[in-house]
Every structure is written in structure tokens, then in C-alpha cells.
């Protein structure tokens, strides 16, 4: 982490180190990217330390405008995600899992992709992590 998003570190969970390092590179102005470069930053991580990755993730952010989410893993078990319209055509939301047995109707979301929900609908792209950003010295 850079010095200063570090120095925001309050806690020690992996929940909060994912979401510093999706600031760290550049959450704010990119959700899919920052959220890609973080997911490859932690692949590294583990591959530098001699491990396997084995990352599955499903995570949601929001900054009071677009509602974003991720599902992904590094192998074949991508926890799940959901979304359904409201009945009352209010809205949409996005769960880990349905929660009426009633036959809503739930459509999954793919894995390996990113969710972006606003006023104006729900668009899904597919989801990879990339390289992280890399700071050169001159």
C-alpha cells in the first residue's frame, strides 16, 4: 500500500486490505479497474510467497450513485451473486444469495464479472485481474 492510503489502516482484516489496495489503485475514477489491479495484486502476493492463488471473491461498493460489484475466483467455485428487479419496478437488488422461496425472479451473475447498477439500468462485463499499475522512477 502507499504510505498514505496505509496510514488509513485501522483493522486486520483481508475485507479491509482489499479495499485499501482497491483504493490505492484508484477506486475513486476506475471500480473495475482498481478492483482488477487490487485482485492481481493479491494474486502475486501469494504466487511471490510460493503459494497457489486462491482467491474467491464477491464483493459490492457503492459510492451513492452506481452500485458495483465483482464475482470471481482463481479456480472453478466463484461464490455466488444474484439480482433481481423489484416487484414493484422500484428498483433492482444484488445478493449473495436469493432470499424469498417464493420464485422470485433471480437471474445469477456470470462469474468472472463485474456489475455496474444505476438509475439507468445494470450492465455486466466480464471481470479479469490485470497487471497493477506501476510506478516508475526517474
Given at each position: 500500500l502507499s504510505d498514505d492510503v496505509f496510514d488509513r489502516r485501522e483493522g486486520t482484516t483481508d475485507s479491509e486490505l482489499f479495499f485499501l489496495l482497491m483504493i490505492d489503485e484508484g477506486l475513486a475514477g476506475d471500480p473495475q479497474g482498481a478492483v482488477s489491479r487490487a485482485t492481481a495484486?493479491?494474486?502475486?502476493?501469494?504466487?511471490?510467497?510460493g503459494f497457489e492463488p486462491a482467491l474467491?471473491?464477491?464483493a459490492a461498493l457503492s459510492d451513492g450513485e452506481s452500485l458495483h460489484a465483482v464475482r470471481y475466483a482463481t479456480d472453478a467455485h466463484a461464490p455466488t451473486l444474484y439480482t433481481s428487479v423489484f416487484r414493484n419496478g422500484g428498483g433492482r437488488c444484488l445478493m449473495s444469495e436469493p432470499f424469498?422461496?417464493?420464485?422470485g425472479d433471480w437471474?445469477?451473475?456470470p462469474p468472472s464479472s463485474f456489475v455496474t447498477i444505476t438509475r439507468?439500468?445494470?450492465t455486466i462485463r466480464p471481470f479479469a485481474p490485470e497487471p497493477a499499475r506501476l510506478a516508475l522512477a526517474v
Open positions: 495484486r493479491v494474486i502475486e502476493a501469494s504466487r511471490r510467497a474467491r471473491l464477491t424469498d422461496r417464493d420464485g437471474q445469477p451473475i439507468d439500468g445494470m
